[in-house]
């Protein structure tokens, strides 16, 4: 096996943990968010369009998430406490369930539910 193969298979089961791991946490948020980069699973979120930008006439949305857990097989940790994402693409936002319906829960309840450390991007 070369080592091409080696990186192919590694590859592959990284995201085959990742979408076990994406199944298993969906039902726990509130919102999923998709732009054209990332994927997103939050249980608090803010949207707010600016006016459309002066290079492309495009619409400018700030999305503001609390309680994230972000598709990316390559980070190091996918639970986040919080997140601001700027894009002028276009943005889909799925509610999965109403507010109220099961208690938040708290990036660290989060972490340590799926078996995951909880860390602040600054330590």
């Known amino acids: 096996m070369s080592h091409l193969d080696d990186l192919d298979e590694y590859e592959a089961e990284l995201e ?3 979408k076990r791991e994406y199944q298993a946490v969906f039902a726990l948020f509130r919102f999923c968010v998709l732009t054209q980069d990332a994927t997103y699973l939050c249980n608090r979120l803010d ?3 600016a006016a ?3 290079a ?3 619409p400018f949305f700030q999305l503001e998430l609390e309680d994230v857990w972000v598709w990316d097989k390559n980070r190091p940790t996918r639970i ?3 997140a601001k994402v700027f894009t002028s693409g276009d943005v889909t936002v799925e ?3 109403g507010e109220g319906d099961e208690p938040q829960l ?3 309840a989060l972490a340590e539910r799926i078996g995951e450390p909880f860390r602040l991007e600054d330590e």
Do not use: F, W
Request: glycine letters at 10%; charged letters at 20%; a neutral charge.
């Open 16 to 18: 085959l943990a990742l």
């Open 95 to 97: 509610e999965l369930r």
């Open 106 to 108: 708290t990036a660290e």
């Open 56 to 58: 492309g006439g495009l």
């Open 47 to 49: 949207v707010q369009q």
């Open 80 to 82: 986040i406490p919080r």
């Open 52 to 54: 459309p930008t002066s």
